[in-house]
């Protein structure tokens, strides 16, 4: 079953199906625990008995600190459903497209901008360069774009 022995001994305690003696018959156990509220009870039960000795949490608190946590899975689930909520696996992948982008575009622009400035002065090349920088990050916008689709 794979609970631990504490876990076995309150739900004896609190008087589930499955205990004869000594014995432990798992599959009456399991049949009384898939009632929601023997779960309920019995999972909370296990939680303040859990709780250190400084917790004064009383059994009412920690069943609603348990629903709360079972709404806030609830409201996760329906927001990646709905979109919202982006998986790593599509992070990565537009991280790696991000990437792959502005190295296409710097390469790019690294071999095109040296014969564009040959026997310009130091103004010019100011001038040209600030232009071809405006230029590279409007290409590489526009291929962000481009992978993003």
Request: with cysteine; aromatic share 8%; net charge positive.
């Amino acid at each position: 079953m794979g609970w631990p022995k504490r876990k076995l001994k309150l739900a004896k305690k609190i008087g589930a199906d499955g205990f004869k003696s000594c014995r432990v018959y798992p599959e009456k156990l399991l049949k009384w625990y898939d009632n929601p509220d023997n779960k309920l009870k019995l999972d909370s039960a296990f939680a303040l008995k859990s709780s250190t000795s400084n917790d004064t949490r009383t059994l009412e608190e920690v069943k609603l600190s348990i629903a709360i946590k079972d709404e806030k899975l609830k409201e996760l689930e329906i927001t990646k459903r709905e979109g919202e909520f982006l998986s790593p696996e599509e992070v990565d992948d537009f991280l790696l497209k991000l990437r792959l982008a502005f190295e296409s575009t710097v390469k790019g622009w690294c071999l095109e901008l040296p014969p564009k400035l040959v026997g310009l002065t130091q103004p010019e090349i100011e001038t040209k360069i600030n232009n071809e920088v405006t230029t590279l990050l409007a290409t590489f916008k526009e291929q962000i774009k481009i992978g993003m689709k």
